[in-house]
């Protein structure tokens, strides 16, 4: 039966969520019931394909990620897949009628990755559009479900979200980014000499971007509200430890939350939730 073969396809998303994200996993295991098995679906692609251009060394990783971009084209085309993943991700893409273009932005950011690229400001917004702040308007497709002129309001703050948590992540990164994988998105910033009042300036920048997403945040249906604003909170509580942290810190080991931490920061969101004091 197909029907077993499509359960099988969005458990192995879920799995792959779980494997990756704690704080994910929680945000999404919060969501209405209904909407969970597609943003699991989103989350499983995503991180396929950021995979192969993070993870696999020693591997052909533009063929790799070739073979998905042909492999995404066909099951979209033929409305099936054998890849599990692949086969969650095309039937939430038909179901929640997801722009292709979202995912076209996407995998172009991620043939970024397999380039020694020289960031100046234009390039690192285009490949934050297509990192980070698509994967929030996919979401927000689904969260949305169907309503566009909700999908069109709520835009702008899904867009800053998602680029708050991609450059959270690139300050969480820095050292295996810059000193593993040779890469540095920050424009126009010389690593050498990579101190405090610059990682200042890019904070600054990411506190004001979580300040436009929490407006957003707020009008969200109620079927992902509180899901949104758990992962919200989550990279919240990770964005105030990095800032605690000097740039040399930063530099020299990877910022993680631990887990009795994320409970902290799980109960306490819920409290201010169900006080309306977000």
């Given at each position: 039966?197909?029907?077993?073969?499509?359960?099988?396809?969005?458990?192995?998303?879920?799995?792959?969520?779980?494997?990756?994200?704690?704080?994910?996993?929680?945000?999404?295991?919060?969501?209405?019931?209904?909407?969970?098995?597609?943003?699991?679906?989103i989350?499983?692609y995503v991180?396929?394909?950021?995979?192969?251009?993070?993870?696999?060394?020693?591997?052909?990783?533009?063929?790799?990620?070739?073979?998905?971009?042909?492999?995404?084209?066909?099951?979209?085309?033929?409305?099936?897949?054998?890849?599990?993943?692949?086969?969650?991700?095309?039937?939430?893409?038909?179901?929640?009628?997801?722009?292709?273009?979202?995912?076209?932005?996407?995998?172009?950011s991620?043939?970024?990755?397999?380039?020694?690229?020289?960031?100046?400001?234009?390039?690192?917004?285009?490949?934050?559009?297509?990192?980070?702040?698509?994967?929030?308007?996919?979401?927000?497709?689904?969260?949305?479900e169907?309503?566009?002129?909700?999908?069109?309001?709520?835009?702008?703050?899904a867009?800053?979200?998602?680029s708050?948590?991609?450059?959270?992540?690139?300050?969480?990164?820095?050292?295996?980014?810059?000193?593993?994988?040779?890469?540095?998105?920050?424009?126009?910033?010389?690593?050498?000499v990579f101190?405090?009042?610059?990682?200042?300036?890019?904070?600054?920048?990411?506190?004001?971007?979580?300040?436009?997403?929490?407006?957003?945040?707020?009008?969200?249906?109620?079927?992902?509200?509180?899901?949104?604003?758990?992962?919200?909170?989550?990279?919240?509580?990770?964005?105030?430890?990095?800032?605690?942290?000097s740039?040399?810190?930063?530099?020299?080991?990877?910022?993680?939350?631990?887990?009795?931490?994320?409970?902290?920061?799980?109960?306490?969101?819920?409290?201010?939730?169900?006080?309306?004091c977000?």
């Amino acid at each position: 039966m197909k029907q077993l073969f499509d359960e099988l396809s969005y458990s192995v998303s879920k799995i792959t969520t779980q494997k990756y994200s704690t704080s994910f996993s929680l945000g999404i295991l919060v969501l209405k019931p209904s909407i969970r098995s597609a943003v699991y679906a989103i989350y499983g692609y995503v991180r396929l394909a950021d995979e192969i251009v993070d993870s696999f060394h020693g591997y052909d990783k533009e063929k790799l990620l070739n073979r998905l971009k042909v492999e995404t084209q066909n099951a979209l085309e033929e409305k099936i897949s054998l890849n599990p993943i692949l086969q969650s991700f095309q039937e939430t893409v038909h179901k929640y009628q997801i722009d292709k273009k979202l995912i076209e932005q996407f995998l172009h950011s991620m043939e970024m990755d397999l380039q020694k690229i020289d960031y100046n400001s234009e390039l690192y917004n285009e490949y934050i559009h297509g990192s980070a702040e698509v994967v929030g308007l996919m979401c927000l497709q689904v969260f949305t479900e169907g309503n566009k002129e909700k999908y069109e309001e709520l835009k702008p703050y899904a867009m800053k979200l998602g680029s708050a948590f991609q450059k959270i992540n690139f300050l969480r990164d820095l050292n295996d980014d810059y000193l593993i994988l040779g890469r540095t998105y920050f424009p126009n910033i010389d690593m050498d000499v990579f101190d405090n009042s610059v990682k200042d300036k890019i904070e600054q920048e990411i506190e004001q971007e979580f300040k436009e997403a929490l407006i957003g945040i707020k009008k969200l249906p109620a079927s992902s509200l509180f899901g949104v604003y758990l992962a919200y909170n989550y990279y919240l509580s990770l964005f105030k430890k990095i800032k605690r942290k000097s740039s040399k810190e930063i530099l020299n080991s990877r910022i993680r939350v631990p887990d009795f931490q994320k409970g902290y920061v799980a109960l306490s969101s819920y409290v201010r939730f169900k006080m309306n004091c977000l």
